[in-house]
């Protein structure tokens, strides 16, 4: 039986005909109606989350995982503002998620009323598509909801929300089935087999091309840049840009120095990084890079030699650098028997380090760059990795994660829903040591304390707690071996090691490992 609120049936029915099998759930009252037809409906899989920040980030996880819309579901008042950090990072990864807050009515809103605010747009420019649900008294209303709900729901690429208002009673169950809803569909556009076609042969005339993919990442780039230093024969004078964001600041204001940038995404967004922009293409950059790798390998051009001899030459030198006790040599160690793309990578220090060792797909929240849902991302991720069409197995997932991020968003490990597949691989030098590498800022007598948040704090008891196995090592033997069982340990519950680092070594090796590659 489902709720007696006819929106929130039209919004049930609706979501499964658009496609939405996946929802988190969010606990609260005024939401009850969306979550018991969530639950109810056979098509949905419902995944409980407490923390309504982290389900957001959870929901982003499995859409990523699962290449499809993901929806998470919240109460009224400040459940909802808690998904804006996850809604951010969605929007500027163009991953579909679909918010759902349940809401008090109209009347009701600030007249001090509990758990009341203004919900309609709270998530601002974040959603590509904000609708805020009619309860629906004749068919006229009732047209209205369906069309609003499909407004939001035919969004590809984008999050959007959808506010429920939702009157009392709340606890009625007396509806036998979801009724039959008009769908309306979207016929996307993408670049046709013309346009594709001129992007390639642009991009072989060109003197210099560079073909750059954004987000996931873009391995040993930063240290080639930094190797040429201001050698203007490795300038290019036509980029085409795919992906999403790039890590390297340093290969952004190389970048910068090229004549004109052709960008291919799927939106059609004005993304202007490098400040030369001349042409955006909406459609998809991945089958475009394939095209123009295929034809490089018909017709190789020098300039792509010339970069690739230099790019070979630096991975070679990565490979041949042996680092000291530190995070880097722990990065690197995983990075040599991870051996699969399941991996993700927290923002600051850990991602800037997969840039140096891992060659292959990684995900980051590199959207906003936020530390705050890495964990939460990486374990949505892994509670639906064996639905993703990606792969059909059951194989791990894994976060390398730095002390800060993990333990802002340590809510995520509390989950009935992460199984032995979940993987993580804690950076922990007791503070955040990006901020150990930025110039000028030693001088500020803040730095330790207030700017890099040092601390004194270990995950044991957070395992603990959240019936996690817990591992730590403190030297390169305790790490290696930790590493191995990280990776290789058959489990039902999700395993935690934890690498102790002395913050102003990981710093020296870092800055050690750059100064060997101009030898």
Not at 203 to 211: C, D, I, N, T, V
Not at 399 to 425: E, H, M, P, T
Request: aromatic share 8%; charged share 20%.
């Amino acid at each position: 039986m489902y709720s007696s609120k006819e929106n929130v049936n039209i919004l049930t029915s609706l979501l499964v005909a658009h496609g939405v099998r996946h929802a988190v759930c969010c606990p609260g009252s005024r939401n009850s109606p969306i979550v018991h037809n969530l639950n109810m409906c056979p098509d949905i899989q419902c995944y409980p989350v407490t923390d309504e920040r982290s389900a957001g980030f959870y929901a982003l996880g499995m859409s990523q995982c699962l290449q499809e819309p993901v929806a998470v579901c919240v109460t009224s008042g400040t459940a909802l503002l808690n998904l804006a950090p996850s809604v951010a990072e969605a929007y500027y990864q163009h991953i579909p998620l679909v918010v759902i807050s349940a809401d008090r009515p109209q009347a009701w809103i600030d007249q001090l009323d509990g758990q009341t605010l203004p919900q309609p747009d709270a998530l601002g420019r974040f959603v590509r598509k904000a609708v805020s649900l009619p309860e629906p008294y004749d068919d006229e209303t009732r047209w209205h909801c369906n069309r609003l709900v499909n407004e939001a729901l035919i969004v590809k690429h984008a999050p959007v929300h959808i506010n429920v208002p939702i009157s009392e009673p709340l606890f009625d169950y007396s509806v036998p089935e979801l009724p039959v809803e008009r769908k309306i569909s979207l016929i996307e556009s993408d670049a046709s087999a013309i346009t594709q076609s001129h992007v390639v042969r642009m991009f072989l005339q060109a003197k210099k091309p560079m073909l750059i993919s954004g987000q996931p990442m873009n391995p040993n780039m930063d240290e080639a840049v930094y190797l040429i230093g201001d050698d203007e024969r490795y300038v290019p004078d036509f980029v085409l840009y795919t992906g999403g964001s790039i890590v390297s600041k340093r290969l952004k204001r190389f970048l910068r120095k090229a004549k004109e940038t052709w960008a291919v995404n799927r939106t059609g967004e004005i993304n202007d990084t490098f400040q030369n922009l001349t042409y955006v293409i909406q459609g998809d950059g991945d089958v475009i890079a394939d095209l123009i790798r295929f034809n490089l390998e018909q017709q190789p051009h020098p300039f792509v030699q010339q970069w690739d001899e230099l790019l070979e030459r630096v991975r070679s030198q990565a490979a041949a650098y042996e680092p000291d006790y530190s995070q880097m040599a722990a990065v690197k160690c995983f990075e040599a028997k991870v051996g699969h793309d399941r991996v993700h990578y927290a923002n600051s220090t850990a991602i800037r380090l997969a840039n140096i060792y891992a060659h292959h797909h990684v995900y980051c929240n590199r959207g906003v760059n936020g530390i705050d849902g890495s964990l939460s991302t990486a374990a949505g991720f892994s509670v639906v990795s064996h639905l993703s069409p990606l792969t059909s197995d059951l194989s791990k997932v894994f976060c390398v994660i730095g002390d800060l991020s993990f333990f802002y968003d340590q809510n995520a490990l509390w989950n009935q829903n992460l199984k032995g597949n979940f993987r993580i691989l804690l950076l922990n030098n007791g503070k955040g040591g990006i901020f150990n590498l930025l110039r000028g800022l030693e001088q500020s007598p803040a730095r330790d304390k207030y700017v890099a948040a040092g601390h004194h704090t270990s995950a044991e008891g957070i395992c603990l707690q959240n019936n996690v196995r817990y591992l730590k090592a403190t030297n390169m033997e305790e790490m290696q071996q930790g590493i191995d069982t990280l990776l290789y340990l058959e489990s039902d519950r999700p395993v935690l090691l934890e690498v102790f680092t002395d913050v102003a070594e990981d710093e020296r090796v870092f800055k050690d490992y750059y100064k060997t590659l101009k030898l």
